[in-house]
């Protein structure tokens, strides 16, 4: 991490550093190019490494664990009820996430990628500002943008700390166990997020504006998911923004 200097230039800026910003660093810098990648964040990794695909593959690798001693009582073996450690399971999360952003530092280093911390604003087409950061500009000869995307609140409900309304990302924090837990959106994050949360116990209804689930999946592979999913959640709401249908 670059410290102290408050003006530098680069051949390539790459701002972002998730899976899209840190593939076009790793690959610019192996076609031999001066480039440096500013983020937010300390590390790299993105919404991917630190709020979605890997602590949520995480938490539900975790729950086809906690699927499969109960899948086994039809065969004669059966488990005692789950004792759930909410910490414990936060911090082996944490770990899993942590060693994939540290290996994403040793990836950018042995490449000589220069990583700055800070919140890039263009200044024109040649120079960014940074906030938030030791380096105050950066001139710059390439950009690349990469600064992904956010989840979109409910009008007039933003996501809050300790509010009972989260994202995914609030989700993924484990904040506590609802007993009752409502999901807006039938998207694989969606469905993700309440499989975890029904294998630790909370009661899900999953309500979606369409007729389907995973809208974007192939019917034939989505369908044998889906029949599971009726069984692990409590309600699944169909054309839930007109007039519902109870699965
Ligand atoms: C719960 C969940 C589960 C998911 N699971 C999967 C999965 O299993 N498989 C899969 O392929 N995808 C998955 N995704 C999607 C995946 O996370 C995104 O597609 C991916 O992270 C997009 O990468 P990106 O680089 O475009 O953006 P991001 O990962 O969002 O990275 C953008 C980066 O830009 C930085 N940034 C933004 N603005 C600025 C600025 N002005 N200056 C400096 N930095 C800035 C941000 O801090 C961030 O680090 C999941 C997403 C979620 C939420």
Redesign the pocket.
Known sequence: MVMGELSQDTEVLV???????YAAAFRAADLGMDVTM????ERPG???VF???IP??ALLFMADLLHDTRRVAPMGITFGEPELDLGKIRDWKNGVVDQLAEGLVTLSEKRGIQRIQ????FENSKEVRLQDSEVSRIRFRHAIL????HPRPLPDRPFEKGSRIMD??GA?ELPDIPERLLILGGGY?AL??GSVYAALGSRVTVAVRSERLLRGADPDLAEPLIRRLKETFENIWFNSNSRPRRY
């Open positions: 701002i972002g550093a998730g899976p899209g910003g500013v983020d937010v964040a993105g919404a991917c709020r979605g695909c949520s593959k800070g919140r890039a604003f990469a600064t992904g995307s995914s990302a993924l994050i993700e997020m």
